[in-house]
């Protein structure tokens, strides 16, 4: 089974910061990699698909690089709206998937 | 857009039973693979079960492999998840979800709280 693992945990940062959050992955998969957002008291939302592709309406300041075993999602200029968790999911074994323990992110 | 629209849900003893329910009206409803994934409290995501767009397949994790039987109805639109033998640390806000790789639309949860 493939697990997922992010870092930090939680961060604090001031608003117009650049902010990057780490996923990996146990073992190789490819880009197969997707990032969520779940501001507080609300449901998830897709960010990114395929490790950088960005879906429709989300924000420009937020990126994911990476393949393989190693990914990031950047928010270049952070903003109070951002306030949230964020999960990386592992997409690759579908129809089974795996999310990551998620990195809380907040306003310094 | 798609809207995803939840029923079901509530409080159970251990042991009991309770079926959820997710409806759409998007027509494209049966082209997808349909999931739910739950959220204990103050705790992250975990997926929980798949089912094909045609049904035939399904898919669970471990932890609730046995008690649970996801199902949908394609006339209907709607998909289902039957939890049988509940036990207290499946207490959790349960989320329907589809798939295309990634899960794109969301339903807006629904708590499911198992306490005697």
């Known amino acids: 089974d493939i697990q997922m693992s992010q870092s930090p945990s939680s961060l604090s940062a001031s608003v117009g910061d650049r902010v990057t959050i780490t996923c990996r992955a146990s073992q190789g998969i490819s880009n197969h990699l997707a990032w969520y957002q779940q501001r507080p008291g609300r449901v998830p939302k897709l960010l990114i698909y395929a490790a950088s592709t960005l879906q429709s309406g989300v924000p420009f300041r937020f990126s994911g690089r990476g393949s393989g075993t190693d990914f990031t999602l950047t928010i270049s200029g952070l903003q109070p709206e951002d306030v949230a968790t964020y999960y990386c999911q592992s997409y690759n074994s579908a129809p089974e998937f795996t999310f990551g323990p998620g990195t809380k992110v907040e306003i310094k | 857009e798609v809207q995803l629209v939840q029923s079901g849900g509530g409080l159970v003893k251990p042991g009991g039973s309770l079926r959820l329910s997710c409806a759409t009206s998007a027509p494209t409803f049966s082209s997808f693979s349909m999931n739910w994934v739950r959220q204990a409290p103050g705790q992250g995501l975990e997926w929980v079960s798949s089912i094909s767009s045609s049904g035939a397949y399904t898919f669970y994790a471990d932890s609730v492999k046995g008690r649970f039987t996801i199902s949908r109805e394609n006339a209907n639109n709607s998909l289902y998840l039957q939890m049988n033998s509940l036990r207290a640390e499946d207490t959790a806000v349960y989320y329907c979800?589809?798939?295309?790789?990634?899960?794109?639309?969301w339903g807006q949860g629904t708590l499911v709280t198992v306490s005697s």
């Open positions: 979800a589809r798939s295309r790789g990634p899960f794109d639309y």
